[in-house]
Nanobody
Framework: VQLQASGGGLAQPGGSLSLSCAAS????????MGWYRQAPENQRQLVAR???????YYADSVKGRFTISKDGAKNTVNLQMNSLKPEDTAVYYC????????WGQGTLVTVSS
């Protein structure tokens, strides 16, 4: 399984960015897919995840601002990030599990004025 993340970049506080993760296999085979982030000198932490059935989970820090979704036709999992804050600055990784963990290559999100 290969995961290709895209969409990071620079945003101002209060702005928006959208991330996309393209999977090399049909995403319907994965029980769960998610986005993690890792800020400098911090551990990687779960941001949001979505199950095969469409149930979602969000970290408290992003609840109400971020939305995770999936597109079975494109085999992508997306993360819409609104009302961005400087503390959202991190490298964002998409993740799934199929017998073992699979990670995308990471995409940098920088929130700064």
């Amino acid at each position: 399984v290969q995961l290709q993340a895209s969409g990071g970049g620079l945003a101002q506080p209060g702005g928006s960015l959208s991330l996309s993760c393209a999977a090399s296999r049909r995403i319907s085979i994965f029980k769960v897919m998610g986005w993690y982030r890792q800020a400098p000198e911090n551990q990687r932490q779960l941001v949001a995840r979505i199950t095969a059935g469409g149930s979602t989970y969000y970290a408290d820090s992003v609840k109400g601002r971020f939305t995770i979704s999936k597109d079975g036709a494109k085999n992508t999992v997306n993360l819409q990030m609104n009302s961005l804050k400087p503390e959202d600055t991190a490298v964002y990784y998409c993740h799934t599990f199929l017998g073992t963990d699979y990670w995308g290559q990471g995409t940098l999100v920088t929130v700064s004025s």
